[in-house]
């Protein structure tokens, strides 16, 4: 069954989204173009570099953006070169990644609500900006309609 756009506005897929997004990259220390540099990559399944490098065209430049989601485990080898017969690796999203997208879509679709414990980073009322984040999550939890 193919989905149209009729069915997605009906499900309120993106009602959330710049919300959900926020919460993703305040907990696990992303930048919002890298989560969805990931989102993009991990609808790829396996990439190479180059299927990185066309993905970073619409982002903001940073030089560093490769080794650092490589370092801090977003991106992992799945077939690694061998100079002879493979003449470039080829990489996949990490389990990790995989999770995280995997539950901002479960938050989307209303199956699971953002966390609001006191260990959560994102529910933290230090600054003005925080407290209307909690304000705003507590309103999607509130409502029936996501």
């Known amino acids: 069954m193919k989905l149209s756009a009729i069915d ?6 993106l ?8 919460w993703a990259c305040k907990t ?8 969805e540099l990931l989102i993009y990559l991990d609808c790829k399944e396996r990439f190479t570099r180059n299927d ?9 430049w940073d030089k560093n953006r490769w080794e650092r989601l490589r370092k801090e485990g977003w991106i992992d080898v799945w077939r690694q070169r061998n100079r002879t017969s493979i003449k470039y690796s080829i990489y996949k999203t990490s389990f990790k ?18 966390p ?5 980073k994102f529910y933290n009322n230090k600054s003005y900006t925080d407290k209307v984040y909690n304000k ?5 939890i509130k409502d029936k309609d996501r």
């Open 15 to 22: 009602k959330y989204y710049r919300l959900i997004r926020k």
């Open 28 to 35: 696990y220390s992303l930048k919002d173009a890298d989560l």
């Open 8 to 13: 997605i506005r009906e499900l309120n897929l």
């Open 52 to 60: 990185f490098i066309d993905g970073t065209y619409t982002y903001s």
């Open 116 to 120: 609001t414990s006191e260990r959560s």
């Open 97 to 114: 990644c995989k999770q995280l997208i995997m539950r901002m879509y479960r938050i989307m679709l209303g199956e699971e609500d953002l």
């Open 136 to 140: 705003a999550i507590d309103d999607m």
